[in-house]
């Protein structure tokens, strides 16, 4: 058994908890499932699952530690939550952009977000953006927010043309 992070995040779905951890844990290159539990027929009344079936996935990317839960229809994921990932060269923003879209909802797409096929949301996000948006020229600031609004995948060159003036 592996050290669990402080803090997880849990991911409801309904039916889709494993499908959805094996896809994640397939996009990362450090990652890995940890323990999948299953539903056994005890608080069948409350929980309506049918025993054996997959109760909870935990699984791990880049040491951030993550349950996926099968608790049915109640509550759905929204793009309240999304999850950051912080990309070093614009090859690796379109691995992750391309990947995570495979079967995603591709009317969620704007300025470097974008939801997967089980409705969970993504930023996919160059680590230069940051440091442009903290430059303490606001013209720079200004210019590079807006050609980042025009995008739905976010460019790296694109937007340094545009901090660069």
């Known amino acids: 058994m592996s ?8 991911l409801w779905f309904d039916g889709q908890a494993e499908p959805a951890a094996r896809f994640y844990t397939s996009v990362f290159k450090n990652s890995k499932i940890e323990n999948i539990s299953y539903y056994s ?12 079936t997959v109760m909870a996935v935990g699984f791990q990317i880049e ?4 349950t996926a839960l099968n608790g049915g229809p109640i509550f759905k994921i929204s793009e309240a939550i999304s999850f950051q990932i912080d990309c070093e060269t614009q090859e690796e923003v379109d691995y992750y952009w391309d990947k995570l879209n495979e079967g995603g909802d591709p009317s969620c797409q704007a300025c470097g977000w ?50 660069d003036g």
């Open 114 to 163: 974008l939801k997967d096929q089980f409705g969970v949301s993504w930023q996919v996000v160059p680590a230069a953006l940051l440091e442009m948006m903290l430059d303490p020229d606001a013209a720079k600031v200004r210019r590079v927010t807006a050609t980042m609004m025009e995008m739905k995948k976010l460019d790296i060159a694109a937007l340094k043309a545009a901090y």
């Open 63 to 66: 040491g951030q530690t993550f």
């Open 3 to 10: 050290l669990r992070s402080k803090i997880s995040p849990c």
């Open 41 to 52: 027929d005890v608080g069948k009344e409350h929980h309506g699952q049918e025993s054996g």
